[in-house]
């Protein structure tokens, strides 16, 4: 085994386990869906409805952005086949040159791709991120690990969950000091050709975005958590529409077992911290 926990999108970690795979989510991260399309900002489209014959480009044509467009447009009773085209556009200049030069008339990318194409490229969007099967479509991105490493290790991985939930409250907090500290501990992922002082504060505001899907959950000190219906939804929504095969419990997707243990923090020590971080 290569890795302790993963991140990613529950639809990939349930195909995982419709075919024998074992793991098990151990924290949900958003307290809603965070894939959704949008149009340009003066674009005449003005709900999902009107994307019926329309282009759209995806990030990739493959993983949980692929798979959360085609369960959007199925609530609305359409099918990626009633779009004229679906096609894979990538991320950042790329994307956003298909959507400004027509090649394109829908985008389907994240949460936090669109806040980086408005924050830093100046793109202007109409988003489709109030549509209600975004808050009933709501397990989509979650943090895994293998039935072993929980009966082995629980502590490990408590530690772990814990630390990315004060890693949320700190940035809730102060967005500006979380991205200086990630420069600091991984330089490398600081953007070159711009002053240190633009960076931090470019992506401050992405990850002041960003850090909203988990915001209600991580001031409730309910994190991680998951009810059983947001589970079985995306469950009931991945087999009508073919992507997984099993209507498996609940249980076998998910372990509530952390949720006390990773919220149990002192938060005032965290709050304060962030404060005084500047």
Do not use: C
């Amino acid at each position: 085994n290569q890795l302790d926990v993963v991140f990613t999108g529950t639809p990939d970690a349930m195909k995982l386990r419709d075919i024998g795979v074992p793991i098990r989510t151990i924290a949900n991260a958003y307290d809603r869906n965070h894939n959704y399309p949008a149009v340009a900002a003066d674009s005449p489209i003005k709900s999902i409805e009107e994307f019926r014959g329309k282009r759209m480009g995806l990030q990739t044509m493959t993983g949980s952005i692929y798979l959360w467009e085609k369960v959007l447009l199925q609530t609305h009773k359409m099918a990626l086949t009633d779009l004229a085209s679906v096609s894979p556009v990538g991320t950042g200049a790329p994307a956003v040159y298909a959507l400004q030069s027509g090649q394109i008339d829908i985008l389907g990318e994240w949460h936090g791709h669109y806040a980086f194409l408005e924050t830093v490229l100046g793109l202007k969007l109409r988003k489709f991120d109030q549509d209600p099967a975004l808050s009933e479509y709501s397990f989509v991105q979650a943090f895994f690990t293998r039935d072993e490493t929980i009966q082995k290790d629980p502590q490990m991985l408590a530690g772990v969950l814990r630390g990315v939930a004060q890693g949320l409250r700190y940035a809730i907090e102060n967005p500006q000091a979380a991205v200086r500290g990630h420069f600091e501990q991984f330089p490398n992922s600081r953007p070159t050709g711009i002053a240190v002082d633009i960076a931090v504060e470019q992506s401050a505001k992405v990850v002041g975005i960003n850090v909203q899907l988990s915001r209600q959950s991580t001031l409730a000190r309910r994190w991680g958590m998951a009810s059983p219906q947001q589970i079985e939804r995306v469950r009931d929504a991945l087999v009508e529409n073919g992507i997984i095969q099993k209507t498996l419990p609940w249980q076998d997707y998910y372990t509530p077992q952390f949720i006390d243990t990773l919220n149990d923090y002192d938060v005032d020590a965290v709050v304060q911290k962030a404060k005084a971080a500047g």
